[in-house]
């Protein structure tokens, strides 16, 4: 933890429980929803599987669907 950090603190039999808080800018959750999360995975996947061409330039790409 870091000074700043943001803490959620709980009491729980007796004793104070502080746990780390990351919070993310509301416009930016729709990337941490499940279902994009999910389409991450399979994306990332056909990556390492050469299903999905890379291309380089603006040429290199119309090139390849030419």
């Known amino acids: 933890m870091r000074v700043g950090d943001l803490l ?3 009491e ?3 004793r104070i429980i502080l746990t780390p808080v990351v919070t993310i ?5 729709w990337f941490y929803s499940e279902k994009w ?3 991450e995975a399979t994306v990332e996947q056909e990556i ?3 299903k999905l061409m890379v291309a380089n330039s603006l ?3 119309f090139d ?3």
């Open 59 to 61: 040429q290199e790409l």
């Open 12 to 14: 729980k039999d007796g």
């Open 25 to 29: 800018a509301k416009e930016q959750g």
């Open 37 to 39: 999360q999910r389409e």
């Open 64 to 66: 390849d669907l030419g």
């Open 8 to 10: 959620q603190i709980e």
């Open 48 to 50: 390492k599987e050469g």
